[in-house]
Antibody
Framework: EVQLVESGGGLVQPGGSLRLSCTAS????????MHWVRQAPGKGLVWVSR????????SYADSVKGRFTISRDNAKNTLYLQMNSLRAEDTAVYYC???????????WGQGTLVTVSS | QSALTQPASVSGSPGQSITISCTGT?????????VSWYQQYPGKAPKLMIY???NRPSGVSNRFSGSKSGNTASLTISGLQAEDEADYYC??????????FGGGTKLTVL
């Protein structure tokens, strides 16, 4: 069974940093592109970033480019999202997700809440 | 990277069919056959319902179907059931090698 478990969320002040982790199991992690998707309270889904199987290619939404960095450790079956210069509008549940087929997100974690507030 | 445009809400009675539209541009929906649809219940993670415009993952009911014409994709749910009441989101690959989601549509089963 595919499992994705996020951790690292919490309360952080504006301008602060946080690193999210996502531990994968039940599949060959190194064979899949991975995504981060976020959802502000009561709002819709917003794509954040994705990374290629070997970490050699990444892409970001304009809203986080230059502030967030996606990475992965295939030996540890873990996906990361380093978030710097956090803003109130970054407050959201952050989902780790697996890419399947062509640009579709087939498996999702339960999400971790990030709250940016003073 | 503007969000794809979806109606905020749609509704239908049990047994009826409904269609949710998803409008983008030639840089996303119109440029690729990489449109997906997701179902999300309150407080739950989304579930993939349709990928590559019209394909259903294993286990998804054949009451769900997808299509595309130009810059607009559509999700049709036939034989509406109470359990279909949820939020639905479309997404598309873009020319910037990113993904973009729609704003979401709340489906109410009357």
């Amino acid at each position: 069974e595919v499992q994705l478990v996020e951790s690292g969320g919490g309360l952080v002040q504006p301008g602060g940093s946080l690193r999210l982790s996502c531990t994968a199991s039940g599949f060959t992690f190194s064979s899949y592109w991975m995504h981060w998707v976020r959802q502000a309270p009561g709002k819709g889904l917003v794509w954040v970033s994705r990374i290629k199987t070997d970490g050699s290619s990444t892409s970001y939404a304009d809203s986080v480019k230059g502030r967030f960095t996606i990475s992965r450790d295939n030996a540890k079956n873990t996906l990361y999202l380093q978030m710097n210069s956090l803003r109130a509008e970054d407050t959201a549940v952050y989902y780790c997700a697996r890419n399947d087929f062509a640009a579709a997100v087939s498996s999702w974690g339960q999400g971790t809440l990030v709250t940016v507030s003073s | 990277q503007s969000a794809l445009t979806q109606p905020a809400s749609v509704s239908g009675s049990p047994g009826q069919s409904i269609t949710i539209s998803c409008t983008g541009t030639s840089s996303d929906v119109g440029g690729y056959n990489y449109v997906s649809w997701y179902q999300q219940y309150p407080g739950k993670a989304p579930k993939l319902m349709i990928y590559e415009v019209s394909n259903r993952p294993s286990g998804v009911s054949n009451r769900f179907s997808g299509s595309k014409s130009g810059n607009t994709a559509s999700l049709t749910i036939s034989g509406l059931q109470a359990e279909d009441e949820a939020d639905y989101y479309c997404s598309s690959y873009t020319t910037s090698s990113t993904l973009v989601f729609g704003g979401g549509t709340k489906l109410t089963v009357l």
